[in-house]
């Protein structure tokens, strides 16, 4: 039986910048899935997430909205799925095209990582 574990990450981009960025500890196994939640971004601004390691970009930028949940048949497949290696620092980067005139934005990402097998059942 496949057992998972799930790490947080909660970032924060003030109105006034356009980047921000977090270290994540992700425990060894394989990252399978990643989600996020967002609140502040009420002008729908494109705001690209991005998964690095030391500055090498394991997930592309894309938009939010392609890593919120979706109607999937159980909670890991409402994720997006990812292939990432885990045991490592892992970095969360927000990215904005533009400045908001409004609220900071919040963004917590879910990563799901699938624990290595013992080899015991």
Wanted: no cysteine.
């Amino acid at each position: 039986m496949e057992k998972y574990e799930y790490v947080t990450a909660t970032l924060t981009m003030p109105k006034t910048d356009l980047v921000a960025e977090v270290n994540v500890n992700i425990p060894d196994g394989k990252v399978t899935n990643i989600g996020i939640v967002q609140s502040g971004n009420n002008e729908q601004r494109i705001i690209n997430l991005s998964i690095l390691e030391n500055n090498n970009t394991l997930l592309q930028p894309a938009d939010l909205r392609f890593s919120e949940r979706t109607g999937g048949s159980n909670f890991k497949d409402s994720l997006r799925p990812v292939d990432i290696d885990g045991g490592r620092i892992l970095q969360a980067r927000l990215t904005a095209l533009l400045p908001s005139g409004g609220d900071d934005v919040t963004v917590q990402v879910l990563f799901m990582i699938q624990k290595p097998s013992t080899g015991f059942r």
